[in-house]
C-alpha cells in the first residue's frame, strides 16, 4: 500500500518466488490468496504460474481445517503440499521467509504445524473515542485500523493488508474491539453487526478468524431484560439468539472475549454466581457454531487499602479461579496473563498457568509496550517472552505446553503508516507471531529472520546489536530487581516512583528508611510464594535462594542485602540505571551509523524515537536514584552524580 511502511512483507521479499515457475494446485478462497499473492511476485519479477516443470509446488491436497504443511526440495523441485488450506498459505510464507535458501538448498520432507491452535491477538480499540482512553485504550500507533468517528472505517484496504502481516508470522485470529465495552462497542453484538462482518471479511482472505469482545450485561444494556444471571433461562436464551445471528452473518466467527467482575466490568458476581456459570453461559450458546468464549482472568480488588499488607493483588487469579477447575465448559477458555500483576517489564510466571489441569488456559501477552516504553523506547520482548513460555512448572511442563487455549496478546498496531509507531516496535508483534507457531523457537533466530525480511543484510548487524539486549537495558533504567511500576499513574509512561504507593491498585514496592520490596513468603507475608508447585514455592520463600532479578518482587530486604551478583541492592540500583543509560546512548550512536543503509523515513522516525528515549532514560536514572539515595541515606560506592 502506497504510503504505509511494507513491514516484514517488502516487494524483495517476494523475489526469489516471482523471478521462478510455480505450480498451484487446488482451489477455494485461500488458494485463490496463494495464487494471487504468487501472480503478484511473478508480474513484478518475471516468473510465471505455470502448469509443468515448475520450480515450485503449491499443493492443497485435502479439504479439511488442519494449518500444517510439508515442504521439502528434491531434484531441483521445492514441494509444499498441505491437506488444509491454511496450511497452504502459511507454507506460501515459510518459502517467502526461506528466501533464496528455498531454492538452492536440497531439503528432505520436514513437517511444520503450529504447536498452539490458536495464535490471537486482542486489540483494545474503541469504536467511539474514549474521553480517556482515546481511540485505542494504550495504543501508541495513531488511531484503530478498524473503527473512525464511531463507525467501521469504510475503506478496509488496509485491514486486508494487516491480515496478510499477520497470516505472514503465524497469527490467525483477531479480537476487533477492547475488552472494556463501552455503549457503542457493546452494541457491535446486535444492531451494527454488519461493521463487524465487514471487517471479518477484510481478514477472511488470509485465514484471520474475527472475535468480538462483548460486556456481560448485554442482556439488560441491549435486550431490555431485567437480569443478566446467566442461570436465568431467559437470560440465556436471549444469548443464545444473539449469538446464532452473529454466526449466521460471519461463518468462520471465532467467539467472544469477556473481562467480567474486573476493574469495574460487570459480572456473574452481581447474581452471586460463579466465573465458570458466567463462561459457561457463554459457551453454550457458542457451541453448536464451533465458537470460544475467551474468558480474561484479570480479576482482583482494585480497591485495596494500601495500609492493609495482608490483601496482595499478585493472589487475586489464583484465589479466584483454582477453585472452579475443572468446572469449565470445553470451549471455555481462561485467559490467564503471564504473570501475576500487570505485564511489568520482569514479573515471575503467575502461579495460575499449570495450576488448573481440567481447565483450558490461554497465556496472555502485551505486545503493546504499555509498561515498556510505549513504543518511544527500543524494547524488543522475544527475550522476556521466550523466558515465560519455557518456564519449567509442575512435572517438566512448560508454560508454552500448558496454554492448551492458544496464545494471546494484546495487539501494538494502529494506523500508523508504520504500523506499530516505532517501526523497530515491529519485531515485537512478529516474534510473538512466530513464538506462537512455536513457543519453543529461539527467539534471535526470529529477530534474524525479522530484520532480514524487512531490512536487508546491510544495517543487520547494528540492528541486532540494538534489539537483541534492549529489553534487559529498559528494565535496568526504570524499576529495579522484580519490583514493577513505579510509572506515572493513569498513562503510565516515565517514573513516578510513589506514583501508585497509596493508591487503591494493589501495586505497591514499601521502601522506607530500612529497605524496599514486597514480602510475598509463606512465613512472614502474603503466601503468594505457596501458590507454587514445588520446586519454585521453595526457591521463592527465601531471599537466599530467590533469583536476584525477582528478588523485590517476593521480600522485603535491607539495601544492604547482598544479592548473588555480589552487589548490594542500593548498589545494583545505582549501578544499573546508570549503565542503562549508556546502553541506550550506545545503541543511538549505533543507529546513527545505519543512515545510509536503512529508508529514509524510517531512519528519521527512528531517530525521534532515540531522543525521546534517551531524554527519558536520563529522566528515570536521576530520580530512581536520587529518591533511593534519600530513602536510604546509603552513599555510592563509585562517584555516580546523584542529586
Request: with cysteine; charged share 20%; aromatic share 10%.
Amino acid at each position: 500500500m502506497q504510503g504505509v511502511d511494507p513491514a516484514w512483507l517488502p516487494d524483495e521479499a517476494f523475489r526469489p518466488i516471482g523471478t521462478r515457475r510455480t505450480l498451484i494446485r487446488g482451489s477455494g478462497p485461500l488458494v485463490d490468496t496463494v495464487r494471487g499473492e504468487v501472480a503478484r511476485a511473478c508480474a513484478r519479477f518475471g516468473g510465471a504460474v505455470v502448469q509443468d516443470d515448475p520450480d515450485l509446488v503449491l499443493e492443497l491436497t485435502g479439504d479439511d481445517a488442519g494449518e500444517g504443511f510439508t515442504y521439502g526440495r528434491r531434484d531441483g523441485c521445492t514441494t509444499v503440499t498441505a491437506t488444509g488450506a491454511r496450511g497452504l498459505l502459511y507454507g506460501l510464507f515459510h518459502v517467502v521467509r526461506l528466501g533464496e535458501t528455498a531454492f538452492l538448498e536440497e531439503a528432505e520432507l520436514e513437517e511444520h504445524r503450529p504447536e498452539l491452535a490458536l495464535r490471537m491477538l486482542d486489540h483494545w480499540d474503541n469504536v467511539a473515542v474514549h474521553p480517556v482512553m482515546g481511540q485505542v485504550e494504550r495504543g501508541y500507533a495513531g488511531g484503530s485500523l478498524f473503527w473512525e468517528d464511531g463507525r467501521a472505517r469504510g475503506d478496509l484496504e488496509r485491514v486486508r493488508a494487516y491480515g496478510r502481516l499477520l497470516a505472514a508470522c503465524g497469527i490467525n485470529a483477531v479480537a476487533v474491539n477492547n475488552v472494556n465495552v463501552h455503549a457503542a462497542e457493546a452494541r457491535l453484538l446486535t444492531d451494527r453487526l454488519e461493521e463487524v462482518a465487514d471487517i471479518a471479511g477484510a481478514l477472511r482472505p488470509y485465514g484471520i478468524r474475527t472475535h468480538l469482545s462483548v460486556t456481560f450485561a448485554a442482556p439488560v444494556v441491549l435486550g431490555g431484560l431485567g437480569t443478566a444471571d446467566p442461570l436465568d433461562a431467559e437470560v440465556r436464551a436471549w444469548w443464545a439468539d444473539a449469538t446464532a445471528r452473529v454466526c449466521s452473518r460471519i461463518p468462520d466467527f471465532g467467539g467472544f472475549v469477556v473481562k467480567a467482575d474486573s476493574e469495574g466490568q460487570p459480572g456473574p458476581f452481581a447474581y452471586g454466581r460463579s466465573h465458570a456459570d458466567g463462561a459457561n453461559m457463554l459457551a453454550a450458546a457458542l457451541a453448536p457454531h464451533g465458537g470460544t468464549v475467551h474468558w480474561r482472568a484479570f480479576v482482583y480488588d482494585h480497591h485495596q487499602d494500601w495500609r492493609d499488607r495482608t490483601t496482595d493483588r499478585a493472589r487475586a487469579a489464583y484465589d479466584h479461579f483454582v477453585p472452579l477447575d475443572g468446572e469449565f465448559a470445553d470451549n471455555a477458555v481462561l485467559q490467564v496473563k503471564h504473570g501475576p500483576m500487570d505485564f511489568q517489564v520482569r514479573e515471575p510466571v503467575s502461579p495460575l498457568i499449570g495450576a488448573m489441569p481440567g481447565t483450558r488456559l490461554a497465556v496472555e501477552l502485551q505486545v503493546t509496550q504499555e509498561y515498556t516504553g510505549q513504543q518511544r523506547h527500543v524494547c524488543w520482548l522475544g527475550p522476556m517472552w521466550s523466558e515465560v513460555l519455557r518456564f519449567g512448572i509442575a512435572e517438566g511442563s512448560s508454560v508454552g505446553a500448558s496454554a492448551r487455549g492458544g496464545l494471546v496478546a494484546v495487539s501494538n498496531v494502529g494506523d500508523d503508516p508504520f504500523w506499530t509507531g516505532h517501526p523497530l516496535a515491529q519485531a515485537n508483534l512478529y516474534t510473538f507471531g512466530r513464538l506462537a507457531w512455536e513457543p519453543g523457537a529461539d527467539p534471535y533466530e526470529v529477530l534474524d529472520d525479522w530484520i532480514r525480511l524487512s531490512y536487508g543484510p546491510g544495517p543487520a548487524a547494528g540492528l541486532r546489536s540494538i534489539l537483541d539486549g534492549s529489553w534487559r537495558t529498559y528494565e535496568k533504567y526504570t524499576a529495579p530487581l522484580g519490583v514493577g511500576f513505579m510509572v506515572q499513574p493513569g498513562h503510565h509512561y516515565g517514573p513516578g516512583v510513589d506514583g501508585y504507593e497509596y493508591s487503591p491498585w494493589g501495586t505497591y514496592h514499601f521502601a522506607d528508611r530500612d529497605g524496599v520490596g514486597v514480602d510475598r513468603s509463606v512465613a512472614s507475608g502474603t503466601g503468594f510464594a505457596g501458590q507454587y508447585a514445588k520446586p519454585w514455592a521453595e526457591v521463592y520463600e527465601s531471599p537466599e535462594t530467590c533469583p536476584d532479578e525477582l528478588l523485590l518482587f517476593f521480600h522485603h530486604v535491607s539495601y544492604g542485602h547482598m544479592l548473588k551478583s555480589g552487589k548490594t541492592v542500593i548498589q545494583h540500583i545505582y549501578d544499573t540505571h546508570f549503565e542503562g543509560v549508556v546502553e541506550v546512548e550506545a545503541a543511538r550512536e549505533v543507529w546513527a551509523s545505519l543512515a545510509q543503509l536503512v529508508d529514509p523515513a524510517r531512519h528519521a522516525r527512528v531517530t525521534e524515537r532515540f531522543e525521546e528515549q534517551l531524554r527519558s532514560a536520563r529522566e528515570w536514572r536521576d530520580q530512581v536514584n536520587s529518591y533511593f539515595f534519600r530513602k536510604s541515606g546509603v552513599p555510592d560506592a563509585r562517584g555516580w552524580v546523584i542529586y
